[in-house]
């Protein structure tokens, strides 16, 4: 069984999500869960639920709550032993543990490992700790404990960044880190260093006046001594506050050209022929990267994947792209397969979708995946021979699936269409600036001409603008979470008039979406600055 607290609680099953019951039973089970291994007394259990003013027979109620735990768990692991109980929990069950496994092993190791470590145990977390207790007395320490362990890792990865010389990609993330937490100065040193060191040493000192102004209207403060010495630094420009040199063998293009990854994990194997038809390109073109395929299955079908997974593996060596399969059973997929993306330093993740809403597992990679992630839709047909098509409106989506087109149609010597909103009124205030911006960013860095397109608005604009593509390319709207597909996307899946990939911009920049906004457009599909 797989216990989660990083998150609502939560425990997975071979069959899905376990049904827990109601608050007061939750309750136990978190408290034992926090306790997992260790004898928790009755007492102290009637004092988690119900306070300094427990019901007359609350022993009862423990022992009721206790037994239906006991069938829904199905098993010996929860155990009577005086004065109380006793729940056992293997390590590699609890994302607790793992969590804390993961940090334990970064601590001290080489920065491109704590890297890969921290990251990965940041993408065990779904959310605020215990979230569907949040208003229980008993959970509000453990809640407070486990977010400030959480943020703690996430100082010590940008740390792991910093050394790697990531400073460009960190500032968007730093910013929001410090918009988010105003009083945690680490962040604020690491959001001046970033900024110095990309070269913006005016927004390093502008970061520490907006520190010191904080500190000072709200409590009364100076910034911290380390603030302080480090804007006289920034002022000096000392020498140690340069970048870290990263030697030529281990330079950012050969990382990303050798250790990054793209990442296929169908939904159902019998997706994933379209999906390779994507993922083939991308992963043999400049730069390459190593192409992962991950099939999750159920249990009984774990060998027969695993075979014919095997034999895609030697079919893709042998036209040159560096492949590995798997397949696995997992009570969580959409959990494992984010879990795996954030682990094997994956810059792209594909997955197929249906045509009529976002669905689990595919909303939960959505949510917890670090990386950029692309649905093709089902029944699209697979990538084709014709321009790649990506309706462009410089959206952060927008810019995800801008670069995956762009990256798509150059591996494959294809033309490479932007589609923009024609003026109906005739007032100038069509897609065309728009476009132009973004095809002069295409040839600079990719060195190939995109031409724009002006269409109608709405899906038949679309659809006519996309007849005949090798593939259209959409970027999700900023408000899927709420809205989904949205509207024209939806349409769009439905009755796909190409090939059809939607596109998420990953929160960590990884070398294919643009690490900031259009203004700041720093990405290069070489791998380096442009």
């Given at each position: 069984?797989?216990?989660?607290?990083?998150?609502?609680?939560?425990?997975?099953?071979?069959?899905?999500?376990?049904?827990?019951?109601?608050?007061?039973?939750?309750?136990?089970?978190?408290?034992?869960?926090?306790?997992?291994?260790?004898?928790?007394?009755?007492?102290?259990?009637?004092?988690?639920?119900?306070?300094?003013?427990?019901?007359?027979?609350?022993?009862?109620?423990?022992?009721?709550?206790?037994?239906?735990?006991?069938?829904?768990?199905?098993?010996?692991?929860?155990?009577?032993?005086?004065?109380?109980?006793?729940?056992?929990?293997?390590?590699?069950?609890?994302?607790?543990?793992?969590?804390?496994?993961?940090?334990?092993?970064?601590?001290?190791?080489?920065?491109?490992?704590?890297?890969?470590?921290?990251?990965?145990?940041?993408?065990?977390?779904?959310?605020?700790?215990?979230?569907?207790?949040?208003?229980?007395?008993?959970?509000?320490?453990?809640?407070?404990?486990?977010?400030?362990?959480?943020?703690?890792?996430?100082?010590?990865r940008v740390e792991a960044h910093l050394a790697l010389g990531r400073h460009a990609d960190l500032v968007p993330e730093l910013e929001k880190l410090v918009d988010g937490h105003p009083l945690r100065e680490r962040f604020r040193y690491q959001l001046m260093l970033a900024l110095y060191r990309s070269d913006r040493q005016a927004d390093?000192?502008?970061?520490?006046?907006?520190?010191?102004?904080?500190?000072?209207?709200?409590?009364?403060?100076?910034?911290?001594?380390?603030?302080?010495?480090?804007?006289?630094?920034?002022?000096?420009?000392?020498?140690?506050?340069?970048?870290?040199?990263?030697?030529?063998?281990?330079?950012?293009?050969?990382?990303?050209?050798?250790?990054?990854?793209?990442?296929?994990?169908?939904?159902?194997?019998?997706?994933?022929?379209?999906?390779?038809?994507?993922?083939?390109?991308?992963?043999?073109?400049?730069?390459?990267?190593?192409?992962?395929?991950?099939?999750?299955?159920?249990?009984?079908?774990?060998?027969?994947?695993?075979?014919?997974?095997?034999?895609?593996?030697?079919?893709?060596?042998?036209?040159?792209?560096?492949?590995?399969?798997?397949?696995?059973?997992?009570?969580?997929?959409?959990?494992?397969?984010?879990?795996?993306?954030?682990?094997?330093?994956?810059?792209?993740?594909?997955?197929?979708?249906?045509?009529?809403?976002?669905?689990?597992?595919?909303?939960?990679?959505?949510?917890?995946?670090?990386?950029?992630?692309?649905?093709?839709?089902?029944?699209?047909?697979?990538?084709?021979?014709?321009?790649?098509?990506?309706?462009?409106?410089?959206?952060?989506?927008?810019?995800?699936?801008?670069?995956?087109?762009?990256?798509?149609?150059?591996?494959n010597g294809m033309p490479l269409r932007l589609v923009g909103a024609a003026d109906r009124r005739r007032r100038g205030r069509d897609a065309s600036r728009l476009l132009a911006d973004a095809s002069l960013i295409v040839q600079r860095t990719a060195g190939i001409v995109a031409e724009p397109v002006l269409t109608e608005p709405g899906?038949?604009?679309?659809?006519?603008?996309?007849?005949?593509?090798?593939?259209?390319?959409?970027?999700?709207?900023?408000?899927?979470?709420?809205?989904?597909?949205?509207?024209?996307?939806?349409?769009?899946?439905?009755?796909?008039?190409?090939?059809?990939?939607?596109?998420?911009?990953?929160a960590r920049p990884g070398g294919l979406a643009p690490a900031e906004t259009r203004t700041r457009f720093s990405w290069s599909l070489a791998g380096t600055a442009a």
């Open positions: 069984m797989d216990f989660r607290v990083l998150g609502p609680l939560e425990v997975g099953g071979d069959q899905g999500s376990v049904e827990l019951g109601g608050v007061k039973q939750r309750s136990l089970l978190a408290m034992l869960l926090l306790h997992a291994g260790e004898v928790v007394s009755t007492d102290r259990l009637v004092d988690a639920l119900w306070g300094a003013s427990p019901p007359l027979r609350s022993g009862k109620s423990i022992q009721v709550y206790v037994s239906r735990l006991r069938k829904t768990l199905a098993d010996e692991r929860l155990v009577t032993r005086p004065p109380g109980y006793v729940l056992y929990v293997e390590p590699a069950e609890f994302d607790l543990t793992r969590f804390e496994q993961l940090v334990a092993d970064a601590r001290g190791a080489p920065p491109e490992t704590a890297s890969a470590k921290l990251t990965e145990a940041l993408a065990l977390w779904r959310g605020p700790p215990l979230a569907d207790l949040a208003y229980e007395q008993f959970a509000q320490a453990e809640i407070a404990r486990l977010q400030e362990m959480r943020l703690a890792v996430v100082e010590q390093a000192l502008e970061a520490y006046q907006a520190a010191r102004r904080e500190l000072s209207d709200g409590l009364g403060l100076e910034p911290s001594e380390s603030l302080k010495q480090l804007e006289a630094a920034i002022l000096r420009q000392e020498p140690e506050l340069a970048p870290p040199t990263v030697p030529a063998a281990a330079s950012v293009a050969t990382v990303q050209s050798q250790e990054r990854a793209l990442l296929v994990a169908p939904c159902a194997l019998d997706a994933l022929d379209g999906l390779l038809s994507v993922a083939r390109p991308l992963a043999g073109g400049d730069p390459g990267r190593e192409l992962i395929v991950a099939g999750v299955v159920a249990p009984d079908e774990v060998g027969d994947a695993t075979a014919r997974l095997a034999g895609v593996r030697e079919q893709l060596i042998a036209e040159g792209v560096a492949t590995r399969t798997a397949a696995f059973s997992s009570p969580a997929p959409g959990d494992d397969v984010a879990r795996l993306a954030a682990q094997e330093a994956v810059d792209l993740l594909l997955l197929d979708t249906g045509a009529e809403a976002l669905e689990e597992p595919v909303i939960t990679v959505l949510e917890r995946a670090p990386c950029d992630v692309a649905l093709l839709v089902r029944g699209s047909a697979e990538a084709r021979q014709g321009p790649v098509v990506v309706p462009f409106g410089a959206g952060s989506h927008d810019w995800a699936a801008l670069e995956l087109g762009t990256w798509f149609a150059r591996a899906r038949d604009g679309v659809a006519e603008a996309a007849s005949g593509a090798a593939l259209l390319v959409v970027g999700l709207s900023e408000r899927w979470r709420e809205d989904g597909l949205g509207r024209t996307r939806a349409e769009l899946a439905e009755e796909p008039p190409a090939p059809t990939v939607f596109v998420r911009r990953g």
